[in-house]
Nanobody
Framework: QLADSGGGLVQTGDSLRLSCAAS????????MGWFRQVPGGERSLVCG????????YYADVVRGRFTISKDKSDDTLYLQMNSLKPEDTAVYYC????????????????WGQGTQVTVSS
């Protein structure tokens, strides 16, 4: 199970850090990351982290502003979001994948409940 948190209302240029706590069956999870979904839109992968290699993936729209990291001591995944823009407004979902063949993965078996991030102009 994944429990994501940390969303909120911020202003343009502000920073925010999202957290994702993993529990239960995680031995076969090879990738963890964050999707986001804007109202009326599809979910898109924002960034991700390979648990085996440590490699990271960032979508072009967030590269240089967002940083994904993982605390190995407690299996918590973090998303540090800097220089936030109104277009970053979305519900952010923590995800986990057992797809070890693809990077980033093509299937995601585990989803958090989502946390709302709103960036005002």
């Amino acid at each position: 199970q994944l429990a994501d948190s940390g969303g909120g209302l911020v202003q343009t240029g502000d920073s925010l850090r999202l957290s994702c706590a993993a529990s239960g069956r995680t031995a076969n999870v090879y990738f963890m990351g964050w999707f986001r979904q804007v109202p009326g839109g599809e979910r898109s992968l924002v960034c991700g982290y390979s648990l085996s290699s440590g490699n990271t993936y960032y979508a072009d729209v967030v590269r240089g502003r967002f940083t994904i990291s993982k605390d190995k001591s407690d299996d918590t995944l973090y998303l540090q979001m800097n220089s936030l823009k109104p277009e970053d407004t979305a519900v952010y979902y923590c995800v986990g994948s057992m797809d070890w063949k693809n990077f980033p993965p093509q299937e995601f078996q585990f989803w958090g409940q989502g946390t709302q991030v709103t960036v005002s102009s």
